[in-house]
């Protein structure tokens, strides 16, 4: 007689703690304890076909498997690529880029999501499920990624030869001790309740509550703030404007820089080189850009060696990775609230190799469109080098200032 009780209290005690193999075991050894008979009771209490019990008295009587192994060697249900050989080369012509102008692709993704993709390779008929797309998605080595700036469009000939002519007068600034500064304009932050990109901590569903729109308010507006990156000393100084990017405006930060650390840091200071971008207010062809700094020079009595990054090439500006991107990781999930928050939030940027921010509001109006005549460029003291002048050029301090 069979005790069919004792037997489903068994299994209701340990059944559902045990992996494949151990319910396999366990219901072979009742089977063969209850003796004949027993593979019918014992497959009817647990569940589990005969033929998955008879596996198991196999598995009591074969060799043990290797730690961990649940299953003989090619046993279990076969993987559906394996069961359906045409499914991959389906899915990689789904997902993988089209080749440039290929009329033949069959489908254009807006969105390649996995139900879109079941759903497509199901049509063509290879029925298979969203999960399982997924799945095979990452055996293929693909996953879902973002956008990332990379392509630069057309290259100057002379772009690496220009990254070792700055490299070099970099090089040789540092060595007599001279200062040598990354300067560029961080993009215009609205100033108000706005959502501000990137999370932070909160407790547990109480996140900021922010204004559902982006619109600028007028009272506030937007804030420019205008970079100086300290390229030997890892130190950044942040000038954050309420009007308007222009020349004016990126050379009155560099004057502020060096009243406010630069002189400090360089007390015997005789030259500032100077590296920016070819294009925005400190552009290489901006004629206001090159009379301020003519002013700055005269003021100063520096020599100011200039560098222009070549076209297509602001991502290799060292204030972009050194300064401006530690910035927006810090204020990250915040919103600026007012200007006074923004210039905080720029000050109390640090990072673990040792960069200092220091961040200031200019109050001044700085007008776009001013105009600079021929005339005012004559009056410079401008001396363009032999490689590239229209990149490299040198202003020193006039001796009488000419108005």
């Given at each position: 007689m069979i005790d069919e009780g004792a037997i489903r209290h068994r299994w209701e005690t340990v059944g559902s703690k045990l992996d494949e193999r151990g319910r396999r075991?366990?219901?072979?050894?009742?089977?063969?304890?209850?003796?004949?008979?027993?593979?019918?009771?014992?497959?009817?209490?647990?569940?589990?076909?005969?033929?998955?019990?008879?596996?198991?008295?196999?598995?009591?009587?074969?060799?043990?498997?290797?730690?961990?192994?649940?299953?003989?060697?090619?046993?279990?249900?076969?993987?559906?690529?394996?069961?359906?050989?045409?499914?991959?080369?389906?899915?990689?012509?789904?997902?993988?880029?089209?080749?440039?102008?290929?009329?033949?692709?069959?489908?254009?993704?807006?969105?390649?999501?996995?139900?879109?993709?079941?759903?497509?390779?199901?049509?063509?008929?290879?029925?298979?499920?969203?999960?399982?797309?997924?799945?095979?998605?990452?055996?293929?080595?693909?996953?879902?990624?973002?956008?990332?700036?990379?392509?630069?469009?057309?290259?100057?000939?002379?772009?690496?030869?220009?990254?070792?002519?700055?490299?070099a007068k970099v090089v040789a600034a540092q060595a007599k001790g001279q200062p040598v500064i990354s300067v560029d304009t961080k993009k215009k932050e609205l100033v108000g309740n706005f959502k501000n990109g990137g999370s932070d901590y909160r407790p547990k569903g109480q996140p900021l509550r922010v204004n559902v729109h982006d619109f600028e308010d007028k009272a506030l507006g937007k804030v420019v703030p205008y970079g100086v990156y300290d390229v030997t000393a890892n130190a950044g100084f942040v000038s954050v404007g309420m009007t308007s990017d222009t020349a004016e405006f990126a050379v009155q930060s560099i004057r502020t820089w060096l009243q406010r650390s630069g002189r400090k840091r360089y007390p015997k200071a005789r030259e500032l080189t100077i590296t920016a971008d070819c294009g925005g207010s400190n552009g290489a062809r901006v004629r206001l850009w090159k009379v301020e700094l003519q002013r700055l020079a005269d003021e100063t009595r520096l020599t100011l060696h200039v560098h222009h990054y070549p076209p297509g090439t602001s991502k290799w500006n060292k204030i972009e990775h050194r300064l401006f991107c530690h910035i927006t990781q810090n204020w990250r999930g915040r919103p600026l609230t007012s200007r006074v928050a923004v210039v905080e939030l720029i000050a109390a940027t640090t990072t673990k190799a040792g960069l200092t921010v220091d961040s200031t509001l200019d109050e001044r109006t700085y007008v776009k469109g001013r105009k600079v005549k021929k005339t005012e460029m004559a009056l410079l003291d401008i001396t363009g080098d032999a490689f590239h002048p229209e990149w490299n050029y040198t202003i020193k301090p006039r001796r009488t200032t000419k108005t």
């Open positions: 075991l366990f219901a072979a050894a009742e089977v063969q304890a209850a003796g004949y008979g027993g593979l019918a009771v014992v497959s009817r209490i647990t569940r589990l076909a005969r033929s998955t019990i008879n596996r198991g008295e196999d598995d009591l009587g074969g060799a043990p498997l290797a730690k961990g192994q649940v299953r003989r060697k090619g046993g279990g249900r076969k993987a559906v690529s394996e069961v359906d050989p045409g499914l991959v080369p389906a899915l990689q012509r789904l997902v993988e880029p089209a080749t440039l102008g290929d009329p033949m692709r069959p489908l254009i993704w807006v969105s390649k999501s996995m139900d879109k993709l079941a759903e497509a390779l199901t049509e063509m008929g290879h029925p298979i499920s969203a999960d399982t797309v997924k799945k095979e998605l990452v055996k293929l080595g693909f996953s879902r990624q973002v956008n990332r700036k990379a392509d630069e469009g057309s290259k100057h000939p002379d772009r690496n030869a220009q990254f070792e002519h700055i490299n």
